[in-house]
């Protein structure tokens, strides 16, 4: 069963960027009123969620079967980090009366997406996923899972990050990105433009001499490969960290040969990794740029710790 895409959302500051003026207004996108005591991320991912839902900030909230049969998955690896920050500041310097009633909720880090579900009236589900990096790719495979095995009958998979401070992150950026996902109905004609075949998520542990463990990286490019399904010819597109780099153009590499020795081909396989700029949002962005093409493809993004998730997209609306 390929899982139809049927919205697309995406809010991302952009490398380079100058000027005083923020990239973000959230009164451009919630309204005057109503997220003075979110944190930037929850400001994102509803934003995103708004988009892809192609609803207003106003909209009300879904009701009946409609709510009943909607999920909400959100991948995330800093989300909460500055307010974690700030609060263990405000309570060094300034004890417990110093923590305002209203930001506490902020300390979770399901805050975000459970926030995107109560606005959008969501019930089947609301679930957060933190791994590093791959969060984003990860909360797709999830929705993709549920609409399987009918838990939902749409869901929003969506990724939210705010960049931490410090020189160790430098050169990265918030994003929020988000896509509705929804099973093929014979009932209703599609209206989506790229379906999703598949997706996994794999651990390549690394050898004394920190290169890939090669049967591990073998048997990870064959369970890849296998996503493509009949597609003949695929993009590949590979996303990781700086540090990242050496092991993701190892995963790249090893598919693309798994890819030609089944029978098909990668176009450009010597194409260098592409570098996640927008921490676990970077899987997200890249997926919704892809599925705009309309082109079968495999994206995956690969962590430091070598955890990587691959998705696969068949390019079209065919169920």
Request: glycine share 12%; proline share 8%.
């Amino acid at each position: 069963m390929n899982i139809r895409i049927t919205g697309s959302g995406a809010v991302a500051e952009q490398p380079g960027r100058s000027g005083e003026a923020p990239w973000f207004d959230p009164a451009d996108h919630l309204g005057r009123r109503g997220w003075k005591y979110l944190s930037p991320p929850t400001r994102y991912l509803l934003a995103a969620g708004h988009l892809a839902l192609g609803r207003r900030h106003d909209d009300p909230p879904l009701t009946g079967d409609g709510s009943r049969r909607l999920g909400v998955v959100t991948g995330t690896q800093f989300a909460i980090a500055h307010v974690h920050r700030r609060m263990d500041e405000t309570l060094r310097t300034e004890g417990v009366r110093g923590i305002s009633p209203a930001e506490v909720p902020g300390f979770s880090m399901s805050t975000p997406g459970s926030q995107l579900a109560i606005a959008s009236g969501a019930r089947a589900f609301s679930v957060t996923l933190t791994n590093p990096v791959t969060a984003g790719l990860e909360a797709v495979q999830f929705a993709v899972t549920a609409l399987r095995t009918g838990r939902a009958d749409r869901v929003v998979a969506a990724a939210t990050d705010q960049a931490p401070a410090g020189s160790e992150r430098r050169g990265q950026h918030d994003a929020a990105a988000a896509i509705v996902l929804s099973a093929p109905d014979p009932a209703s004609p599609p209206r989506s433009f790229a379906g999703i075949t598949g997706g996994t998520s794999r651990f390549v542990p690394r050898n004394g001499d920190g290169a890939p463990e090669p049967a591990a990286l073998t048997r990870t490019a064959r369970r890849i490969a296998a996503l493509t399904g009949n597609a003949r010819e695929v993009r590949l597109v590979v996303s990781a960290p700086g540090e990242a780099a050496p092991l993701a153009a190892a995963v790249r590499g090893a598919v693309a040969g798994a890819v030609a020795a089944a029978g098909g081909s990668v176009r450009d396989p010597e194409r260098a990794v592409t570098e996640s700029r927008h921490c676990a949002v970077s899987g997200m962005l890249e997926l919704i740029a892809l599925a705009g093409t309309g082109e079968p493809a495999l994206l995956i993004s690969v962590s430091e710790s070598g955890h990587l998730t691959a998705i696969a997209l068949n390019g079209s609306a065919r169920p």
